[in-house]
């Protein structure tokens, strides 16, 4: 299933609030939408995922309409892997195919950016390359999981500038990885578990592009997700966006995840022999 511009994709037969959803959009002023998203069920387990692509005219277009296929193949081939492994191969496949594509003068400087998400069970592995994100949202509070592949994301993590300055720096979207620019890849993987918790009604995922976070604040982001169904929630952050320039391609995804997502694993989930610790939330109150 893959995302078409300005429309919205859900899964029906659930409560609306139960439902996850995704968006693109064009913006206001792009005249190609670079991004995509797609919903793959698979062996390994259900994925979702947001590339952002660059490269000019087609470049960007092509870069990520390649990863979104080619991310879907590796997933549907690898019966035997397990979720997290399933998804590091199938990005892998897809950077080995853009790095061939980029031999063509033509494409020369294509790649995209990619978040990705794949749950099995009670299991949910975040994956990515470049500054699309990954956030948790829950009571009203978000956390990003993920941490910007860019130049000024380098800056803050040295301290040498702050997040707020970060926000408007001249080169706050010069990239330090993406798909297509290295043969080789090092993916940043993070592993989380969906904890049961009857006193609330679970966390939600959000998955986005670069052209919603820049317009759209942290706080805005929780307070929409929070008080909306998921496709509520996506045309209402989508429309705030371009009510603020809309500059850039709009895509996000917003997962129910029926529990509180953790760091461990929940003692009935086979660990694979990994050491027992201490629960603790990924949000703290």
């Not at 692509?53 to 690898?78: C, F, W």
């Not at 999981?145 to 380098?154: A, E, G, K, N, P």
């Not at 592009?209 to 997700?225: F, I």
Request: hydrophobic fraction near 35%; include cysteine; charge should be negative.
């Amino acid at each position: 299933m893959l995302g078409d511009t300005s429309s919205v994709s859900v899964l029906a037969g659930k409560k609306d609030s139960e439902v996850p959803a995704a968006v693109t959009d064009i913006g206001c002023e792009r005249e190609i939408n670079e991004d995509r998203y797609a919903v793959i069920d698979s062996p390994c387990g259900q994925a979702w995922i947001v590339c952002d692509g660059m490269g000019g005219e087609v470049g960007g277009e092509l870069a990520a309409q390649l990863a979104i296929d080619a991310i879907r193949r590796g997933l549907e081939s690898r019966s035997s892997q397990t979720s997290d492994d399933g998804l590091k191969f199938a990005i892998e496949e897809a950077n080995r195919i853009i790095v061939l594509r980029r031999q063509n003068p033509a494409f020369s400087a294509m790649g995209t950016t990619v978040v990705g998400a794949i749950i099995k069970n009670k299991k949910v592995t975040i994956t990515h390359l470049g500054d699309s994100r990954a956030y948790v949202i829950r009571g009203g509070e978000i956390e990003q999981l993920t941490c910007d592949h860019t130049y000024v994301q380098d800056l803050v993590t040295r301290g040498l500038i702050s997040q707020e300055e970060a926000l408007s720096h001249p080169q706050a979207h010069v990239l330090t990885k993406c798909l297509g620019a290295e043969p080789i890849i090092e993916l940043e993987k993070k592993q989380f578990w969906i904890w049961q918790n009857g006193e609330s009604e679970g966390d939600k995922l959000l998955l986005c592009s670069d052209g919603l976070y820049s317009l759209v604040s942290d706080e805005e982001l929780a307070e929409t997700v929070s008080k909306f169904s998921p496709q509520e929630a996506c045309v209402s952050l989508v429309e705030l966006a371009k009510e603020r320039g809309g500059y850039d391609n709009i895509t996000l995804a917003i997962l129910p995840l029926k529990g509180e997502l953790r760091e461990e694993c929940p003692d009935e989930v086979e660990q694979n022999d990994q050491p027992k610790i201490k629960t603790k939330s990924i949000l703290v109150k």
